[in-house]
């Protein structure tokens, strides 16, 4: 499989290619400077710049050596999360230095996995799995106590802040087909935000506040599997006015977690190709 990790545009609708590689990437996060993009690749985290000569620069992550695609960078660019099993064997979330450097654990409660940072970088939003239930947390970015938002309606999954900080969205399997929901951080406001025919996932609000995006899948399609045909789609925040922007082969991997350019005017992906 050869990864393809590219930009849309949205001024342009344009998708411009930034790296290719025959190793596994995944999940480009955008750095608020905009200056590189970070990816993880094989277990381990990596810097994609954006200006010069296209390579991969690995971030010291310390003991945490099998992080998976569920991971971000604070608001203010000094702090990463990353979503590793290295100690545990479940997935945990870690912060650490940007720069790199030793990872600090978060959540004591296994398996959890990073979704999204909130807008002042003072809490998490993720997803635990606690007694085989998949429900939307969040918890302070120095740790603490877990503050549940869903409580075992379906599958509830993928969550990620609306840059006002008002809503967290997150995509749940309450109604049948994975359809996009958006809860107040505080539990209050449930509101479903999809409603059609396909298994909608990992709604991403943008710098302003103005649209998502999404993934979806063709209805038949369980789960969020990698080497699928998919769609990337844009929304209004209500979920009005839902277009496909471009389809491509991908699924997991493609964009799981936070992928917007800090301006608000392009995002991040990865397009994948058999070989």
């Not at 609708?13 to 590689?21: A, N, P, T, W, Y």
């Not at 650490?96 to 909130?118: D, I, K």
């Not at 964009?255 to 990865?270: C, K, L, Q, R, T």
């Amino acid at each position: 499989m050869r990864s393809s990790v590219e930009i849309y545009d949205f001024a342009t609708g344009e998708q411009r290619v930034v790296f290719q590689s025959e190793a596994l990437i995944e999940a480009p996060n955008w750095s608020p400077d905009g200056r590189y993009l970070m990816v993880n690749s094989d277990g381990l985290m990596y810097r994609l710049p954006l200006e010069g000569a296209a390579r991969l620069e690995k971030i010291d992550t310390g003991f945490a050596a099998r992080c998976n695609n569920d991971h971000g960078i604070s608001p203010d660019g000094k702090t990463i999360a990353v979503s590793d099993k290295c100690e545990f064997g479940k997935s945990a979330i870690y912060v650490l230095p940007a720069e790199g450097g030793t990872p600090r654990l978060v959540t004591r409660n296994l398996p959890s996995y990073w979704h999204g940072w909130s807008p002042d970088g003072v809490r998490f939003a993720y997803c635990g799995i606690r007694d085989d239930v998949f429900d939307i947390y969040t918890i302070a970015a120095d740790g603490g106590e877990e503050t549940r938002l869903t409580h075992g309606e379906g599958r509830n999954d993928g969550p990620d802040y609306s840059f006002d900080g008002q809503w967290v969205y997150f995509n749940s399997s309450r109604t049948g087909l994975m359809q996009i929901w958006r809860i107040h951080p505080d539990g209050t406001g449930l509101q479903q935000v999809t409603f059609d025919n396909a298994g909608n996932w990992f709604a991403h609000p943008c710098p302003k506040n103005d649209r998502v995006i999404l993934i979806s899948y063709e209805p038949e399609v369980f789960d969020h599997p990698r080497d699928k045909n998919v769609r990337v789609r844009v929304m209004d925040p209500d979920g009005g006015n839902l277009t496909t922007l471009f389809a491509l082969f991908g699924g997991q991997g493609t964009m799981n977690s936070p992928n917007w350019a800090p301006d608000g005017e392009a995002f991040a992906y990865v397009r994948y190709f058999p070989v």
